[in-house]
């Protein structure tokens, strides 16, 4: 009995050493598959991130943009502007 449960125990012992080398192989790949998903979501936050900020700053502007333009016309109807008043003196 003893060389039988011996025999038996060196297949259980191979069978555990590659149920272990593909367990390896399998959460290689799953850490793989893993790291480039992780990638590509960091990388699409990153671009979110950009998109926002930028978006953001370009209606601040904007609208910065917008005030003075309509501040130049204003002055500009009124008269006060420097053109317009260097126009009126010529006259």
């Not at 959460?27 to 990638?39: A, L, R, T």
């Given at each position: 009995?003893g060389?039988a449960?011996?025999?038996g125990?060196?297949?259980?012992?191979?069978?555990?050493v590659?149920?272990g080398?593909?367990?390896?192989?399998?959460?290689?790949?799953?850490?793989?598959?893993?790291?480039?998903?992780?990638?590509?979501?960091?990388?699409?936050?990153?671009?979110?991130?950009?998109?926002?900020?930028?978006?953001?700053n370009?209606?601040?502007l904007?609208?910065?943009?917008a005030?003075v333009?309509g501040y130049?016309?204003?002055?500009q109807r009124?008269?006060t502007?420097?053109?317009?008043?260097?126009v009126?003196?010529?006259s």
């Open positions: 009995m060389i449960s011996g025999v125990h060196v297949f259980q012992s191979i069978v555990e590659i149920q080398l593909l367990a390896t192989v399998i959460n290689f790949f799953q850490w793989i598959v893993n790291s480039i998903i992780g990638v590509f979501q960091a990388f699409v936050h990153f671009v979110e991130g950009t998109l926002g900020f930028a978006i953001h370009f209606f601040i904007g609208t910065l943009a005030v333009f130049l016309l204003y002055t009124q008269g502007a420097p053109v317009s008043r260097s009126k003196n010529k």
